[in-house]
Structures are given as structure tokens and as C-alpha cells.
């Protein structure tokens, strides 16, 4: 057997579960990988232990197990992470935060950067590495997924400080600095959203990185009050939002006294992300 009719098998098996067009871009991703070829047509020979391992990753995938979980890889602005069910899998919508802060940012000028909730690290490393005059701090609550986050940040050269805390009970003087940026993507999905979720998201994803438990903008509000105390004047505070409530979060920081508030959508049109800066006085 060679690699294309491995491949050619192994996508009869979950073509009709995926669709072609996806089913293909997940095997490429194996092919990448778990096999190290770019080429699904590929006439090279397909060994005993190959097939094991793929058809052991097919099974996984037909059991509901995301692709990124099988191989331990997940693309974020051109990084590569490594990750796993301690972890959320990276989303596009939360690149387009992190874009959004590299382009409000000068990067000619130092920064100190605070990620609340980083889980796999992807938020922190990704504005470490394209703000080279950055210093950035990490927290979550997970010990288990700061050790991905700290894989990751020495897979990518990143140097990031990492804090293992609750952030619903945090105090300001937890912290050693303030920060000009701020920049999270708590959980946020309500109780009442769950009907709506992938059964592969519910059944390998971190339950505590998805749900905000009874109140789905608990972690808004704590961290909107801990911000305005740990930003220097002047300084930014990021959220990716729930859609659900968009406007709800911005009345958060309207509150507390966060000023030039912007609503962003993600590219698939809904309310996504949301800024606001600390008054200079």
C-alpha cells in the first residue's frame, strides 16, 4: 500500500460524516502532521505502523475528537502550537483580536501586556513575538494549561511571564506592574447556548475555558473592575465577546469609566470584539 491509497481509504470512511471538501482538508492536516508529506497522491510506500496510526486517528475523528487533539497541532498567525484537551483549539476570531491590538499598537515604543485566561498561550506568545519591544504577562487558572501555554512559549521564542491564578479573586497587588494593554477572551458561553455547541467542542474541549457558568458576563465584570485599576492611564483593554452579549459588555465598561469604546465584528459579521481605553485622568 502507498500513502494515496491510505489516504483514498481513509477518506471514503469520513467523507460522508465531514463532507469531501472538508474530510480533505482534515487529511491534509494528518498528512502534514502525523506523516510529514504534503502530497495525499504520493506513490511513496505506507508502512504496517503508518496505517495503525492512521486508521487509529480516523476512529478518533468519527468519535468526535478534533483534528487538532489527534495531531497536537494548531496554526495561529503563523505560529504553530502544540495542544491538547487541556486547552482550547485557537479560533479564527481570536486572531482577529490579537490583529487588532498589533494594529492599535505602536511598535516602535515599549509595552507591558497582561492576557487574562491564556489558556494554550496563543493570545500572549502571538504579541510577544510581533511586538519585539513587549513585556508580557499570562494568567489562568488551569496549572495544566499554563504547562501547554509554557511549551508553546518556548516552541516559539516567546518570553512570557506565567501567573496561575483565579482571576474572579485576584487583587491588584497580585500583580507586580500595571500594564499599558490588556487584552482577554474569558469564557463567555452561557448555559442556555450549550444546545447550540458542536458535540466535538463539548465532549474534548476544556469546560472551563468555554462556560461562564450562571452569569455568562462574570468574568467581564471582574476583569473590567481588576483593568481599570492595573492600566496606566491611557491604557487599552481588549475582550473577544460573545455575540449574545455585545452590548451588555460595553455597558460594563461604559460603568466602570472606560471611555472611546468600539464594537468590532469578526469577518463573519457579528459583534466580536470590543475596546476601550482608560482615561488619561
Request: glycine share 4%; net charge negative.
Amino acid at each position: 500500500m502507498n500513502f494515496a491509497e491510505a489516504f483514498q481509504n481513509a477518506l471514503h470512511k469520513i467523507q460522508d460524516v465531514f463532507g469531501q471538501r472538508e474530510a480533505i482538508n482534515i487529511l491534509k492536516i494528518i498528512g502534514e502532521d502525523l506523516f510529514e508529506t504534503y502530497n495525499l497522491k504520493s506513490q511513496k510506500s505506507f508502512s504496517d505502523t503508518q496505517k495503525a496510526l492512521l486508521d487509529q486517528s480516523i476512529t478518533k475523528l468519527l468519535n468526535g475528537t478534533p483534528v487538532q487533539y489527534i495531531t497536537n497541532r494548531a496554526d495561529f498567525m503563523g505560529l504553530k502550537l502544540y495542544v491538547d484537551n487541556r486547552v482550547l483549539i485557537p479560533r479564527p476570531e481570536t486572531e482577529e483580536l490579537v490583529d487588532w491590538v498589533l494594529y492599535s499598537v505602536d511598535r516602535k515604543n515599549k509595552c507591558k501586556i497582561l492576557d487574562v485566561g491564556t489558556g494554550s498561550g496563543c493570545i500572549p506568545i502571538a504579541l510577544s513575538v510581533y511586538l519585539t519591544n513587549a513585556f508580557v504577562d499570562a494568567i489562568d487558572i488551569s496549572e495544566a494549561a499554563l504547562e501547554v501555554a509554557r511549551i508553546n512559549a518556548t516552541k516559539n521564542h516567546a518570553n512570557i511571564h506565567f501567573i496561575n491564578k483565579d482571576i474572579l479573586i485576584a487583587i491588584a497587588s497580585d500583580f507586580k506592574q500595571k500594564y499599558d494593554i490588556i487584552v482577554s477572551n474569558p469564557p463567555y458561553i452561557s448555559k442556555h447556548e450549550t444546545a447550540l455547541m458542536g458535540i466535538d467542542v463539548l465532549k474534548s474541549e476544556p469546560h472551563l475555558a468555554l462556560f461562564a457558568g450562571e452569569d455568562p458576563l462574570i468574568f467581564y465584570k471582574k476583569i473590567t473592575v481588576l483593568a481599570f485599576e492595573l492600566l496606566e492611564p491611557g491604557g487599552l483593554l481588549y475582550f473577544e465577546l460573545n455575540p449574545v452579549f455585545a452590548q451588555e459588555t460595553k455597558q460594563i465598561l461604559q460603568n466602570i469609566g472606560f471611555t472611546e469604546l468600539e464594537i468590532k465584528k469578526d469577518l463573519q459579521s457579528k459583534e466580536r470584539m470590543l475596546k476601550g481605553r482608560k482615561a488619561l485622568t
